[in-house]
């Protein structure tokens, strides 16, 4: 393998994002680089090639300044790969001239230093990847830490919603507990899912490592500016203070026009709720006073069916209604069977709730009781066509990921999907756009005469099901409060994964 290869596939599988030299200048010179010429010592835990160190440097040979011992010797880093370690050296020495300290930096992890490295500041850009996308050896390797810095409460919860906590949190939570000297400060680029998504970040807002406290001072969102290549998320910048509590409301800078627009942000309901960004006074006023909706218990939000990585299986393009018991269904696949109506619904798609009078365009295959257990196998072979087309699939979907979907396959049901439940197959549906929209523009959805109640795509859609047209309506009614699309936007994740998902949803909610 190349040496690039090399290089990509550990950005691949770590999560490098190298920042740019001239973001990095900007950050180092406005916020850290008097206090180093004062005598404070800095530290980038993941270094990668170096580029906030050099920042140091490039900056005071711009001012005239006289990069002696002292002050070069004040400068740390520690990167986990030894090719980015040796890079660093070879352009401290061709760029500056001098022979950079080889104690200061270093090839390691940070998580498993033997002699930990503390810094006035500390500086950098964690590696953005989630932890659920990590290679299985890093995996097994760093779990305890995530529950030893406080980010989950136990394994089971990192293995189910928050596989999706950032590996950048831990980088953050571990360097400001043991890296960082008392009162401390911090700057580091990451990616604002940190503070704006639910759940998988959610105990990182206790803003408390270990019975350390810190505070977020304020937060700098690129708003969209292409800093990073391939970079799709959101992105940006914050400051963080050792050993004070954190109060809110804290500054939030948004980048537009090519200058920083500052608002203010907090938690709106508890302290490790996402932040809401205030665009002025009345918008925060509004939203304190907003009044929790109320809704029976089982008026939950729920997120759409998952196949977990089988939709060509369970999705179908084509149906043939051939009497009040039988449809006929065609996939991509090639695959043409004719199966028990009772297993089969129509499944949302991108113009199911723009549509006035939404027609099913495709169909998803559900092989489970109306309580929501998958149907045993007595059951599944009394259909034998459908019997035989989910056993040529059946090492497939015996093999598919997740914690829980492998609770089922290792119960010997393994055609079952996740996210069914009695309330899969309530009769209307009040159903919205929980992905990648900026509009929060929910929907009734009647049952189609033909076939049924209609289902969600997996985290495209969310919805609360209920039995009556009479209640979808007042449910819907209540989802109508303009303040519901104000408190969305301003969380700022439109045309994102996380712009209305359940878990969202029902911090607006209170169930009866």
Known sequence: MSSLNLVDNYKRKFGAVFTPSKWA????????????????????????????????LNIARKQGIDLNHDKVGRLYGIELNQKYVNNFYKAVATEF????????????????????????????????????????????????????????????????????????????????HSNLKENGKAIFFLPLSIFQ???????????????VDFAVEDILDFNGKKIFEDILGRYGVAHFQRDKKQKFPIKYHIFKNDKWETHKAKPLFNLTDPLTVFDNAE?????????????????????????????????????????????QLKNKMGDDIIISKKYVFPLTVSTTLSSSNPKPEKIILVPHFDNGKPIDIETLKKDKELFNYLSKYQVRLQNRKGVLINTWINKGFWWALMGVGEYSFASYKIMWKAFGDSLFAPKVLSPDSRLGSWQGNQSLNAYIGVASLHEAKQVLDKLTNPLIQEYLSSLRMQGTCNWAQPGRMKKLMEFV
């Open 283 to 327: 918008t925060e006023k509004r939203l304190d006073n907003f009044q929790k909706i109320s809704l029976p218990k089982y008026c939950q939000p729920r997120q759409g069916i998952n196949t977990c990585g089988a939709n060509d299986i369970f999705f179908f393009d084509a149906h043939e209604i051939l009497d009040d018991e039988r449809v």
């Open 97 to 176: 001239s001098i022979e950079f300290p080889r104690a200061n930096f270093i090839q390691g992890d940070i998580f498993f230093q033997e002699k930990e490295i503390k810094a006035d500041l500390l500086v950098g850009n964690p590696p953005w990847v989630n932890f659920s996308d990590l290679e299985e050896t890093y995996k097994e390797k760093i779990k305890h830490l995530y529950i030893l810095f406080g980010l989950v409460k136990n394994q089971k919860d990192l293995l189910l919603g928050n596989a999706r906590t950032d590996i950048a949190t831990l980088v953050i939570a571990k360097a400001l």
């Open 197 to 211: 998504n639910d759940g998988a970040n959610q105990e990182f807002r206790n803003y408390n490592i270990r019975g």
């Open 25 to 56: 200048d900007k950050f180092v010179e406005k916020h850290f680089f008097k206090e180093w010429l004062n005598g404070a010592t800095v530290l980038d835990p993941t270094a990668g090639e170096g580029v906030f160190l050099k920042s140091f």
